[in-house]
């Protein structure tokens, strides 16, 4: 099983749709949860971090957190042609004292049609 | 404008030789990360250093590929002797490792290599 896994999609909504990015890690005691968002030929970009259960909201988008079923997941409002890239969720996985690992998962590739 | 900066941007060589890529994180971070991204198997984690230290490099192939920290503005990853199956973006971040926004990194452009 691998410790972080998404959909690789594509996912594709018409322009002005709600777009729902998933993803499951592995590992129970992860603290730490990120989407970065990565155009193609480019380098990933953070676009949202969550730390605790629940929403988290930052203008279009809106986090999702439910450790207890190892669940994270991101969603886009009124998605735009813009959104087209790949997201990557990733999570800070604890192999044990001081070591802390960012765990990216494969990306699920979004496509926004006008 | 503080950022990641990763050189050289992209790398043709032949099988066999020898490949360094350099990395300067962004200034007051102390955790840096080389991660190599395939179509295939996405972002992979290479190595990772704490202040300077390597904390893990498990995921990172120790016949060919070694990651140096000299100082603190600069990382290394090299491979020696590179193959085609080493064709692919590497990518360095670094972080502020403080907090639970230490666990935030940023990315470089990457190198993009090709070995033939």
């Known amino acids: 099983q691998k410790e972080v896994e998404q959909n690789s999609g594509p996912l594709s909504v018409p322009e002005g749709a709600i777009a729902s990015l998933n993803c499951t890690y592995s590992d129970r005691g992860s603290q730490s949860f990120f989407w970065y968002r990565q155009y193609s030929g480019k380098s990933p970009e953070l676009i949202m971090s969550i730390y605790s259960n629940g929403d988290k909201e930052d203008g279009r988008f809106t986090a999702q957190l439910n450790k207890a079923s190892q669940y994270v997941s991101l969603l886009i409002r009124d998605s735009q042609p813009s959104d087209s890239a790949t997201y990557l969720c990733?999570?800070?996985?604890?192999?044990?004292?001081?070591?802390?690992?960012?765990?990216f998962g494969t990306g699920t590739l979004l496509a926004v049609q006008p | 404008d503080a950022r990641v900066t990763q050189t050289p941007r992209h790398k043709v060589t032949e099988m066999g030789q020898e490949v360094t890529m350099r990395c300067q994180p962004i200034?007051?971070?102390?955790?840096v990360f080389w991660y190599r991204q395939t179509m295939m198997q996405g972002l992979e984690l290479l190595a990772y250093?704490?202040?300077?230290?390597?904390?893990?490099d498990s995921g990172m192939p120790k016949d060919r590929f070694s990651a140096e920290m000299p100082d603190a503005t600069l990382a290394t990853l090299k491979i020696q002797p590179s193959e085609p199956r080493d064709s692919a973006v590497y990518f360095c971040a670094s972080g502020p490792s403080r907090g639970r926004s230490g666990n935030t990194i940023y990315f470089g452009e990457g190198s993009w290599l090709t070995v033939v």
């Open positions: 200034l007051g971070h102390n955790t």
């Open positions: 250093f704490r202040n300077r230290a390597p904390l893990d």
């Open positions: 990733a999570v800070n996985v604890n192999y044990g004292g001081a070591t802390n690992k960012l765990i």
